[in-house]
């Protein structure tokens, strides 16, 4: 039975998701690092797309269904774009050039082509799904079990970032018969209880004989910030596999999440390759024991959603902001060197808001991008020929307090001078301070920018790291 009540509906089938076509910009050193960039680009695009409408109908579809059901669409509608993985891209057609030494690839979506592909897949991984599901009725002993739904794991989450760019392109998919939810709870009763973390890491490691695997930390469901316990875990699991120390050198990732419970923890990892299709899925259920004395719970997890609810997107214009490791589960060490990284889609002006939100201290603040005086220190213009090219606004080293900190970039196609918080420069750090609750600092600065740009094309993007002291 169909549980999504018109998922297109939900979206009013706006031109912006149901563009004919679409395309993403990269630039690299190799033709191959042009290309993921450019596919890295397009999918951020049809992800923040997709999250933005989903965010402002949400509104109109609970004044048009019964809350029940609105309760279900959106609930579908947030399962489909909350992943934090890039997007596989079908039927992209690639154009590459050189220029100045460098290269620059376009890819570029047709909308109707790469739709009937899209919706030829999912109808397979729905069928795929639904045979694991009937096997995993008549299969007895925890062993297999667990290997099944293990398979219905990794398909559900490949099914759920296909969807994602499914909705993009105006489908109404129906869901599988067997949602991540229930296999989730359908794995407590057949996982391995584990009682050390070295034993956890070997499990969730078993048989993946893959080279070039980047291991990110487990991120606490709903949550960026990486606790003790995630970075622990990490580096037991990346010590159980053949590793590179660059994600930009992978050729595969790890990438986790848990669930933390009155029993325990639940832990969950996926291998995914360069086209970002999910290839395996491994579990393991840890008890209390294994994670005795670690930080297990995110500090920030309601800044986080503040900073996650963004600007709804006005027109063609994007904005990313990213760090030299990428941009979702950062994790820095004491002494290492970051690079940031901001791209804008078009031509326009961008600023960047720090926030700080360590035990010792909690700020926001506006982060100086050029050497001149006054406040176009803060505001940078990004010309027709540097659009979609990452440009750098500084590295920065990972030095005490630690703890968890969150970049904001705001863009407009008109000058954001006028937009500027009111700031006042502290004399100890020299920061040029907002405010000294990161939550105002946000709505603060949101506040303004709709105020101010209420005829011009504005766009938002965030991140979240955390830093930690080095381990001896």
């Known amino acids: 039975m169909t549980r999504i009540y018109s998922l297109a509906a939900l979206l009013l089938c706006s031109p912006a998701l149901m563009a004919a076509q679409l395309s993403g910009q990269g630039w690299g050193d190799t033709e191959a690092a042009a290309k993921r960039e450019a596919l890295a680009n397009l999918s951020s695009r049809i992800s923040v797309t997709v999250r933005s409408k989903v965010t402002n109908k949400k509104t109109i579809s609970s004044k048009t269904v019964d809350a029940k059901r609105s309760d279900s669409v959106n609930q579908v509608a947030e399962n489909s774009v909350e992943t934090e993985s890039e997007l596989p891209i079908l039927g992209a057609e690639f154009n590459s050039q050189k220029s100045d030494g460098r290269f620059v690839v376009e890819v570029v979506l047709d909308g109707a082509r790469s739709r009937t592909l899209y919706e030829r897949r999912l109808n397979e991984l729905r069928q795929q799904i639904a045979a694991l ?49 229930d296999v989730r709870q359908k794995l407590r009763a057949v996982t391995r209880q584990v ?60 990438t986790g999440e848990y669930a933390e419970s009155a029993g325990g923890i639940d832990v969950t990892y996926q291998l995914v390759d360069k086209e970002s299709s999910t290839l395996q899925s491994r579990s393991v259920r840890l008890v209390k024991a294994a994670y005795a004395g670690l930080e297990t719970k995110p500090k920030t997890v309601s800044f986080e959603q503040l900073l996650k609810a963004g600007v709804a997107v006005s027109g063609d214009l994007h904005v990313d902001i990213s760090t030299s490791k990428g941009k979702h589960d950062l994790l820095f060490t004491e002494g290492e060197e970051v690079e940031l990284f901001v791209k804008l889609s078009e031509a326009g002006y961008f600023y960047v808001v720090g926030h700080t939100l360590k035990d010792t201290e909690k700020n926001s603040y506006l982060l100086e991008l050029r050497e001149v005086e006054g406040p176009r220190k803060f505001v940078q213009f990004v010309n027709a020929d540097d659009a979609n090219k990452l440009i750098s606004i500084g590295k920065f080293e990972v030095s005490v307090p630690f703890g968890v900190e969150g970049l904001q970039v705001f863009a407009s196609s008109k000058d954001l001078l006028e937009s500027l918080p009111p700031t006042q420069q502290d004399s100890a750090t020299g920061l040029y301070l907002i405010s000294a609750s990161p939550q105002e600092g946000v709505t603060k600065t949101r506040a303004l920018v709709r105020k101010k740009k209420e005829n011009a094309q504005t766009a938002e993007g965030s991140l979240i790291f955390t830093t930690q002291v080095r381990s001896h």
């Open 133 to 181: 599901n009937a096997r995993f009725d008549i299969t007895q002993g925890n062993e297999a079990q667990y290997h099944l739904l293990m398979d219905m794991l990794t398909q559900l989450n490949e099914y759920k970032k296909l969807n994602t760019v499914a909705i993009y392109l105006g489908s109404n998919q129906a869901e599988p018969v067997v949602s991540e939810t």
């Open 195 to 254: 009682d050390s973390l070295n034993l956890a890491a070997k499990l969730l490691a078993e048989d993946i004989a893959e080279t070039g695997i980047y291991v990110f930390p487990p991120a606490a469901r709903g949550a960026d910030e990486i606790t003790p316990f995630a970075a622990l875990l990490k580096d037991k699991l990346a010590a159980n596999l053949k590793t590179v120390s660059d994600p930009q050198a992978a050729t595969y990732t790890m």
